[in-house]
């Protein structure tokens, strides 16, 4: 934890100048500075911080996962990226150049959060559309937006209008379009909504793929176990702060320790006082152990075996990337007053 | 970049159902501009002539203001914007490409419509009306891009009722231009001021009009037509920079 909060604080320095080149002499794919967004209502003038003093930097060739609730500001982080939103504090930089020009998303591809297409154009025609409007010729265009479509299992609805689309294959058209011109840098706001099982097995290879050709993912989500498949590190974001950021092993490496053990054996399993602590309870045919320290680990098994249990599996306990989100929000939620009752309290509401 | 802008939002006018609604009504303007024709006492090929020039006219007008007016707000609600606006392009070529695509739509409604009066006028007035009511489609149609301009500026800014009212409002406005600044001169200062001033705000839609060569089959002068052309071109460019300052600061959330 204390390594954690170590890591969170170096990403949470702020850059005030130009990012220096990284690895391979090039500017680090994503640098953001003190990044934040206010939002202000037109009438009543309430203010809303959608983002607070972000900074992260993101380097090349890199997945990059963007967690936290609803609310922390993961999209609005994207779209000030992209330049759909103009930030109130801070800069930031995309492949070395400052956000908000236009010059700053080339070579980069955005899936946005439940996209919605020109609903009139077909497939093939968003595409080579999506594909020109990125600096393809239309030649190129078109042939990549066959290839796409043929890779993305929808070549025989190339022609069909995209309002007759499912929700999963207008997000599979938006992989298509997001990965169009294999840029190098891919910003994917909550790929797997929308999918099935199969699809999310897709674009986990899709992704993977951006990263053996050197591209740099950042992409956000709230399913947990894909990140922990394909983030290099992540950055839990909580009411619009840095809550956490590091690698996966950083973030999950807690002092819980222990094991779960699953045995297969007779008769009732009584635990001596020296393993105080391990407890276990029917699984199936088995018998699931959960021993809490990794001091116990080995006097545990030593003991299972000599009663005559046969080991099933050993599986080292960590914490999950779950509880770290979780706690994370926990801690950026206000604190209550004591002495307020329940209804009069009113939730601070942010801008996701 | 502007072409493909335009070329994505001319495709997308073009297949909405209610522009082929409207072009359906436009055909059923001119056709019963022939069919009241028994009704017009001898001047039947004139009250062929004066409303088939209003049914392209009008038709041109609705496609603005209903299709139109509502272009950049449904982009923006849709969030379709947030395609476009990820790649590297500007707001302003954003903006300058949905005006174009949208202005080529008019016009191609405009050119169909027109291309049927022409041949109508041919038949039933000869060659110098049909050239007059040429040159007069041609005016119409160039009176549409100071209009499209405006339902870009008010799309980008507001809901596409209160953009389509905004843009009807000023098409109405900007036949009296004149009578405005003549009005004013009435005026004490500074509503004398305010009004001429606010008369040229507003678009000279009177540049446009040719019904009077028209109705005596003669040619429209060449010189108002290029005059015509060039304050279209003046105004829309002022207007669409306008819209341009307006739409950079618009945030997408």
């Known amino acids: ?352 | 970049m502007i072409a493909v802008i335009a070329g994505g939002t001319f495709r997308e006018v073009l297949r909405d159902r209610l522009w082929l609604v409207l072009l359906g009504f436009g055909f059923v303007l001119l056709a019963a501009s022939r069919i009241l024709t028994p009704l017009a006492l001898g001047e039947g090929p004139r009250i062929t002539v004066d409303l088939g020039l209003s049914a392209v006219g009008g038709l041109g007008l609705l496609v603005v203001t209903v299709v139109g007016a509502g272009l950049v707000h449904q982009e923006i609600d849709r969030r379709t914007v947030h395609v476009v606006l990820a790649r590297p392009v500007s707001r302003a070529t954003y903006l300058i490409g949905k005006w174009m695509g949208l202005t080529l739509a008019v016009w191609t409604t405009g050119a169909i419509t027109g291309v049927a009066l022409i041949a109508v006028t041919l038949a039933v007035r000869g060659t110098a009306a049909a050239v007059s009511v040429t040159q007069a489609v041609v005016l119409t149609e160039l009176s549409f891009v100071p209009l499209t301009a405006l339902a870009v500026l008010f799309s980008s800014l507001s809901t596409p009722i209160l953009s389509s009212l905004y843009t009807l409002c000023l098409y109405a406005l900007g036949f009296w231009t004149a009578d405005m600044r003549s009005f004013a001169k009435t005026l004490a200062s500074p509503l004398r001021e305010t009004l001429t001033g606010a008369s040229y705000a507003l678009p000279n839609l009177d540049l446009f009009n040719a019904r009077l060569a028209v109705a005596h089959a003669e040619a429209v002068p060449l010189v108002q037509m290029g005059v015509a052309a060039l304050y279209a071109a003046c105004y829309a460019t002022a207007v669409i920079a306008l819209a341009a300052v307006a739409f950079d600061r618009r945030e997408f959330k």
């Open chain 1, 1 to 352: 934890m204390k390594g954690n909060g170590q890591s969170a604080r170096r990403e949470a320095k702020v850059r005030t100048s130009r990012p220096e080149s990284g690895r391979d002499g090039l500017a680090a794919a994503v640098v953001a500075a003190g990044l934040g967004k206010t939002f202000r209502h037109p009438w009543t003038l309430r203010t809303k911080v959608a983002v607070d003093a972000l900074s992260l930097t993101v380097e090349r060739g890199e997945i990059f996962g963007l967690l936290g609730p609803n609310g922390a500001g993961k999209t609005t982080t994207l779209k000030m990226l992209l330049g759909l939103i103009r930030p109130t504090a801070g800069q930031a930089w995309l492949l070395g150049r400052p956000v908000g020009t236009p010059a700053s998303r080339r070579d980069v591809g955005y899936l946005p959060e439940n996209p919605y297409f020109f609903d009139r154009l077909t497939a093939r025609e968003f595409l080579v559309f999506s594909g020109q409007l990125a600096g393809l010729a239309a030649g190129d265009a078109r042939t990549r937006a066959d290839a796409w479509l043929e890779r993305l299992g929808l070549a025989d609805r190339a022609r069909t209008p995209l309002r007759k689309f499912s929700k999963g294959m207008v997000q599979r058209v938006g992989l298509a379009h997001a990965l169009l011109t294999d840029p190098e840098l891919v910003f994917l706001d909550e790929p797997m909504s929308g999918l099935d099982p199969l699809g999310r097995r897709e674009f986990r290879d899709l992704i993977l793929e951006c990263r053996e050709r050197g591209a740099t993912v950042v992409f956000s989500s709230h399913i947990l176990p894909d990140v922990e498949l394909l983030c290099d590190r992540v950055c839990v974001l909580a009411g619009g702060r840095v809550a956490r950021a590091g690698s996966l092993d950083e973030l999950l490496a807690g002092d819980e320790g222990g094991a779960e053990v699953v045995v297969r054996g007779e008769g009732p399993l009584l635990l001596p006082p020296r393993l105080a602590g391990v407890s276990h309870v029917p699984r199936g045919q088995h018998l699931l152990l959960t021993v809490p320290h990794a001091a116990l680990v080995d006097p545990a098994l030593a003991h299972l075996l000599e009663k005559g249990f046969s080991i099933v599996s050993v599986t080292p306990r960590r914490r999950s990337l779950e509880s770290v989100v979780v706690e994370a929000a926990e801690q950026a939620r206000p604190e209550r007053p004591a002495a307020a009752a329940p209804r009069a309290e009113r939730p601070r509401r942010r801008a996701g």
